[in-house]
């Protein structure tokens, strides 16, 4: 069985976000640079259900984990 592929347009509508290519580079652009010693699900910006989604899907290495690291990369960089 295939593990389902999920693009950051997913991940930004299932954390119940504008889902939007212009949408996801306003956020990535107003919340970044995250500083490293910072977590991702601990940003101050999400909610308590999103930070508990992110956290949970990185700590289980969930289908959701490889989409939710490439975000955690672009909001450092």
Known sequence: M???VH???????Q???PSDEPAIERFIATHRPLPDKVPLAGAPFWTPSQ???L????RE???WAEVVDQLNLRLRS
């Open 15 to 17: 954390l119940g976000l």
């Open 7 to 13: 693009s950051m347009s997913n991940l930004f509508a």
């Open 61 to 63: 290495d969930a289908d």
């Open 2 to 4: 295939e593990l389902p």
């Open 51 to 53: 930070a508990a989604f």
């Open 55 to 58: 956290s949970e899907e990185l």
